[in-house]
């Protein structure tokens, strides 16, 4: 039997990795693109700031201005809803969700996304017992929605200027 384990082992990770399987968060997108100007309503909000660290973790500089690409964040949503309900009636699960709308434009001002849009969501179970606790958990949860996102919209960035088409 484990005679049998051991290539068993070797053919699943074959196969895994083969798929393009890898965890989330450990591979960077990079963009061919040396400067950026991101712009949004809220130049120091979270999402802001979650797509500065990304695009400079990508190779892309941050940039106030100038003759770089464009990236205009056109709205940013976020929701939290209850999914259950304890004996009570207090909710005691939670959805928590980030909608963001933007754009993308070339250096030459000409539009190459208008209408891009990415959704990140996480539940979470509320602690009636210890608020603050779960306080805490929201907004951590919420910080990394905002990095989700911030690596949602880099990705999108990357097929767009990959396929070079306006949409």
């Known amino acids: 039997m484990r005679n049998l384990a051991s290539p068993a082992l070797l053919l699943s990770l074959l196969l895994l990795t083969a798929c393009g399987f890898q965890l989330r968060g450990t591979g960077q997108a990079a ?42 964040i056109l709205g940013e949503r976020r929701d939290k809803r209850p999914l259950t309900s304890s004996g009570s009636v207090n909710a005691a699960d939670f959805q928590l969700r980030l909608e963001v709308t933007f754009s993308l434009e070339d250096a030459a001002g000409q539009l ?6 990415v959704i990140a969501e996480r539940t979470f179970a509320f602690d009636s017992n210890s ?5 805490d958990e929201e907004e951590r949860l919420f910080e990394e929605l905002y990095q989700d996102a911030a690596r949602q919209i880099l990705l999108q960035l990357q097929a767009r200027l990959r396929s070079g088409v306006p949409q």
């Open 31 to 72: 963009l061919d693109l040396p400067a950026l100007v991101v712009s949004a309503a809220n130049q120091y909000g979270d999402l802001t700031q979650a797509l500065g660290s990304s695009l400079e973790a990508a190779g892309t500089e941050v940039v106030a201005e100038g003759s770089a690409p464009r990236l205009t």
């Open 112 to 117: 190459l996304l208008s209408d891009g849009a």
């Open 131 to 135: 608020f603050a606790a779960s306080t």
